[in-house]
């Protein structure tokens, strides 16, 4: 029996397309949420055809702080280790194979359950370093006890299987992200009512260190504002970044700016049409970062550091928050504007082969 361990909207775009695969060859699996997420996921699996999960480990708000994260934590681990069978299901049994995916806090519960419960470990999206562990924080701590944990390593090229040269276990290099398959599987662009006539942009931010602090949040809105000074933007507001803007009292900041449109999450398809017809991306995603690269969409990451290599100097600049660079970006976006990447092989079927070759 093959295990699915998820919980956020990003490793569902990313998995869905391995559910579907796995789905279309008859390979049963059992879809296990942690409930880190719930916001748009129904949203994510209608787009797939993906029936919803077989079990919910957490069915509270969503997880968007760091006091909420640690009850969360302890709750499923707790649920997970004296309800095994619950869990995995009757039929689950030592040495199934349970898959984890990315750097997220349920990467690292779905590894460290499947290991309580004698079963292998599939990491997909495997043997990403930043080799900083404050930045980003927590999820390069995440990847690394992950790394320690799991049987079988996903990566979507060659350096990233590099970096787990001192880590046991089997490396398969899938020379490409899923993430390239969910692209893949867009056929709709029903976004018309969302955006003004005209060229816009995206904004979408809301990892952990740029708004953690008021400091963090004006600092980006700053840089924010250098772009909309010259361009219409459509600001994708996140949950966590909601939060952080009303509890910092800056949420009027972006709702009086007549160049920026505050619209909400909306599902995966119809983000990847807006995300298609925009000029450019302002964003601190590396979902974002790997998307943009493969559709060659210019790309301003508002980050000091990534520890993903897509696009970086050809369609994605990384910003280090300079003003300058940020500036430079705004008046020259459609230079970095490439052709969009062609794969030759779905990185899916190549994860979905291999695991046809451990059963």
């Known amino acids: ?136 924080f927590p999820e390069e701590i995440t990847r690394v006890l992950t790394f320690r944990l799991a049987h079988y390593f996903f990566c979507q090229d060659q350096a990233a299987v590099d970096n787990l040269k001192k880590y046991k276990g089997i490396k398969v290099n899938t020379e490409g992200n899923s993430l390239y398959d969910a692209l893949s599987s867009v056929n709709k662009n029903d976004i018309n009512d969302l955006i003004e006539k005209g060229p816009f942009g995206i904004v979408s931010l809301h990892r952990h260190e740029n708004i953690n602090s008021k400091e963090a949040v004006e600092r980006l809105l700053d840089l924010v504002d250098v772009v909309a000074s010259r361009h219409y933007l459509v600001f994708v507001l996140h949950e966590p970044t909601k939060k952080s803007l009303n509890k910092y009292g800056l949420m009027s900041r972006v709702k009086n700016n007549n160049k920026e449109k505050i619209v909400s999450r909306m599902d995966y398809f119809s983000f ?20 943009c690269s493969y559709i060659g969409k210019p790309l301003l990451l508002l980050r000091s550091a990534t520890e993903r290599s897509e696009g970086v100097g050809v369609n994605c600049l990384l910003s280090n928050y300079n003003e300058h660079l940020v500036n430079d970006f705004t008046e020259n976006y459609f230079t970095y504007e490439k052709e969009e990447v062609r794969l030759e092989v779905s990185p899916s079927e190549r994860i979905v082969d291999y695991i046809c070759h451990l059963k």
């Open 1 to 136: 029996m093959i295990h699915v361990i998820i919980g956020t909207k990003a490793q569902l775009i990313k998995m869905a397309p391995i559910m579907c695969r796995l789905r279309d060859r008859g390979l049963e699996y059992r879809y296990i949420s942690t409930g880190q997420h719930k916001e748009t996921m129904s949203d994510i699996l209608d787009n797939f055809g993906l029936p919803g999960p077989d079990i919910v480990l957490y069915r509270g708000k969503d997880v968007s702080s760091i006091a909420s994260m640690l009850f969360w934590f302890c709750r499923v681990l707790w649920v997970s280790v004296f309800h095994m069978e619950k869990v995995f299901g009757k039929q689950g049994k030592r040495k199934d194979l349970v898959l984890v995916h990315g750097d997220t806090m349920s990467t690292l519960l779905g590894a460290l359950v499947a290991r309580l419960a004698g079963m292998r470990v599939g990491h997909v999206e495997s043997g990403l370093r930043s080799f900083d562990f404050l930045n980003p």
């Open 272 to 291: 990847v049409g807006l995300l298609k017809k925009a000029d450019f991306v302002v964003s601190d995603g590396g979902s974002n970062q790997e998307e």
